[in-house]
T-cell receptor, first 114, second 113 residues
């Protein structure tokens, strides 16, 4: 069955520390991969996406993600977290040969402490 | 440029009632998708419309329906509301049917009491 797994429900990091949020997918073929961020009471904002090519993808707000085919993973990273990064982060996929819609993981809530 | 706009922002309904949620896509976008986000979960796909035709439907009961108008705006209708329908309803617009360039609205928070 197709699935997107975000193993960490909640992560707490200190401001200035590095961050890695994990995402694993289970699809027959490599899907299109996305990371979205959602601030409290807000809609979703696209951070970055991967379709093909260079496996290290740069996004907005200083985020990057690395696609690893062998591990079926697409982890999100940031070298130095800012207090404004506190939010909910969602990994999502679109099947390149199936439905058009986004399929989301359950999310990881990021808390940033001073 | 206006982004995706949804109305209303908040709504409280009683069990058994009907609700209509509205979405205006970004100008030039012809595809509108609806997602339901229950508290603590990721968004789940409900419907997609492109050029006024239904292009996809998620695993939701027939109480949920939608339509797209000639100006590409869209309505999501939910009949016979249940407590479990309480959620944030998100609308996403894109130029093409494939949601690889989807832009989301702020959502409508529906509370069913």
């Amino acid at each position: 069955a197709q699935s997107v797994t975000q193993p960490d429900i909640h992560i707490t990091v200190s401001e200035g520390a590095s961050l890695e949020l994990r995402c694993n997918y289970s699809y027959g073929a490599t899907p299109y991969l996305f990371w979205y961020v959602q601030s409290p009471g807000q809609g979703l904002q696209l951070l970055l996406k991967y379709f093909s090519g260079d496996t290290l993808v740069q996004g907005i707000k200083g985020f990057e993600a690395e696609f690893k085919r062998s591990q079926s993973s697409f982890n999100l990273r940031k070298p130095s977290v800012h207090w404004s990064d506190a939010a909910e982060y969602f990994c999502a996929v679109v099947s390149p040969s199936g439905a058009n819609n986004l399929f989301f993981g359950t999310g990881t809530r990021l808390t940033v402490i001073p | 440029d206006a982004g995706v706009t949804q109305s209303p922002t908040h709504l409280i309904k009683t069990r058994g009632q009907h609700v209509t949620l509205r979405c205006s896509p970004i100008s030039g976008h012809k595809s509108v998708s609806w997602y339901q986000q229950v508290l603590g979960q990721g968004p789940q796909f409900i419907f997609q419309y492109y050029e006024k035709e239904e292009r996809g439907r998620g695993n939701f009961p027939d109480r949920f329906s939608a339509r797209q108008f000639p100006n590409y705006s869209s309505e999501l209708n939910v009949n016979a509301l249940l407590l479990g329908d309480s959620a944030l309803y998100l609308c996403a617009s894109s130029f093409r049917p494939l949601n690889t360039e989807a832009f989301f609205g702020q959502g409508t928070r529906l509370t069913v009491v």
